[in-house]
C-alpha cells in the first residue's frame, strides 16, 4: 500500500471527474422539460428555495423564449443561483416539493432549467442589474465566499463601495476550494465571480485574512460597516492516537489541493477510510476513488436513518464503489515508521436522542481493524474561536451570535453564512449575505 499521485492518465482523470449533473445539450431539451411546469399558484419549490426564487416564473419565461427575463429573476433573489444550479441538493428543497410527485411523476428537472438560465447570462454577459449612484458608504466585507459575495452585490446595486478581503488567492469560499470537481469548476467559480463584480463597486483583495492581514478594529475604522462571512474551517479533531500520523489528512484539505493542485498531483492511498457522512465526506470518498483508491470504506457512527448527507449524495459514493460501515467509530490509527497502516474502530450502538435530536451513539466495546494507507477526517468544521474571541464578538455554542438585524455585540459589525449557522447548504449562505446587506442599508439610513 502507498500513497501516491498521477495514477492515472489524462484521458481517466478526465473521464472520471466529468460533470456529473450535465446540462442541457440543446434548446429543445430544456423547452420540452420547462412546458411539464404547472406554473402553480403559491407554488411550494418557491417556497422551498431559501432565497425564495419565482421558480414557476423562471420557468414561464423560458417557456416563452424570454431569457434575459429568466435570468434576471433567478439572479435577483440569488446572484450565485447558477452555482446553486449545481450544488443544491435540490431534492430535500425545489425538487423535493415539485407538485409532480403527488402525481407519481417525475418532479420538474428545476436546478439543469436554473442552470441553461444562468449559464446564458453568464456566458453572454448579460448586464442585467444597474448600480445606483455612489451613496459616498463603504462597507468592507470579510470573506469571498457565497455571502460575502452576495452581501456585495447587494449592497453593490444600491450604490454602497464595498471592499471584500478573502484569506485565499481565489474568490467563491467552499464553493472554489471545498465541493467536489465533478460538481463543480474553479473555471466557473471565477467566470460567476466576474459576473457579480462587473456591476461596479466591488474591489477584491485576496491574500488577505482577519486576525492576521487585518483587524477588525482597523476595518471599524476605515469603513462605515462590516459583514462577516468567513465561514467555518477548522475541520474538528478525532481526538484519537495516530491523528498525527502521515497519511491523515482533513476532508477540506484534501479536495482543496485537488482543486489547487489538479487530479495528477493530488496524492491518495491505495486503502483510504473515510470518517463521517456528511456532503463533505462523500465528496472526500467519491474523489479518493476517482483518483484512482483502490478501496474506500465510509465510517460512520450512527446508522443509515441519521446520515447528514441525502440519499442521492450516498448513492454517488455507492456507484463509486465506495464501502459502507454504520455503527462504528474511530478508536485509534495505528502506524508504521510514521505512516498509516491501519484503522482500528469501535462498534457502535445507538442509545438516547442527543441535543441534535439524533439518537446518542455508544462505545459496545468491540472492535474491528481495517487495513488502511490514509484515513481523511470529515468529522464537521468548527468556528475561528480564538481569533473572534480575540475581537470581542460574542459566540453562541461556537457560532456568532446575531441578533434579529443581523447585528453582532460589536457596534456596526454584521455577520451571516456559515459563521452564524454553522455550516449549512450553499444557498443558505447566499440568503444570509442578503439578509445582512438589507440591515447594513437599515443601518446606513437607505431606504429607497
Known sequence: MTIKNNRLTAQQYKEKFADIHPPFETSGAALLEANRCLFCFDAPCTKACPTSIDVPKFIKQISTGNMKGSALTILSSNIMGGSCARVCPVEKLCEGSCVLHNRQEPPIHIARLQRYSTDMALKSQWNLFKRKNSRGKKVAAVGAGPAGLSCAHWLARQGI????????????GLMTYGIAAYKVTPEFCREE????????????????????????????????????????????????????????????????????????????????????????AIDAATQAKRLGAREVTMIYRRTEKEKPCTDEELEIAK?????????????????????????????????????????????????????????????????????????????????????????????????????????????????????GAKSILKYLGITD
Open 161 to 172: 463601495d464595498v471592499t471584500i478581503y478573502e484569506k485565499e488567492n481565489e474568490a467563491g
Open 193 to 280: 465571480t466576474d459576473f457579480i463584480t462587473s456591476i461596479g463597486g466591488i474591489e477584491i483583495k485576496y491574500n488577505e485574512e482577519l486576525g492576521r492581514d487585518l483587524s477588525l478594529a482597523d476595518l471599524k475604522k476605515n469603513y462605515d460597516a462590516v459583514f462577516l462571512g468567513i465561514g467555518v474551517g477548522l475541520t474538528r479533531q478525532l481526538e484519537i492516537p495516530g491523528e498525527n500520523l502521515e497519511g491523515v489528512v482533513d476532508a477540506i484539505r484534501f479536495i482543496y489541493e485537488i482543486r489547487k493542485d489538479g487530479f495528477s498531483k493530488t496524492a491518495v492511498g491505495d486503502k483510504v477510510a473515510v470518517i463521517g457522512m456528511g456532503m463533505t
Open 319 to 435: 456507484l463509486d464503489g465506495c464501502n459502507i460501515i454504520w455503527l462504528a467509530s474511530p478508536k485509534e490509527i495505528h502506524g508504521e515508521n510514521g505512516k498509516v497502516r491501519s484503522l482500528l474502530c469501535s462498534k457502535m450502538e445507538l442509545g438516547e436522542p442527543d441535543d441534535s435530536g439524533r439518537k446518542f451513539p455508544f462505545d459496545t466495546g468491540e472492535t474491528f481493524v481495517l487495513e488502511v494507507d490514509m484515513v481523511i477526517k470529515a468529522t464537521g468544521q468548527v468556528p475561528y474561536t480564538d481569533m473572534l474571541q480575540s475581537n470581542r464578538i460574542k459566540l453562541s455554542s461556537g457560532k456568532i451570535r446575531i441578533d434579529a438585524n443581523c447585528t453582532t455585540n460589536v457596534g456596526a459589525v454584521f455577520a451571516g453564512g456559515d459563521c452564524v449557522n454553522g455550516g449549512k447548504e450553499v444557498v443558505d449562505a447566499v440568503e444570509a449575505g442578503k439578509e
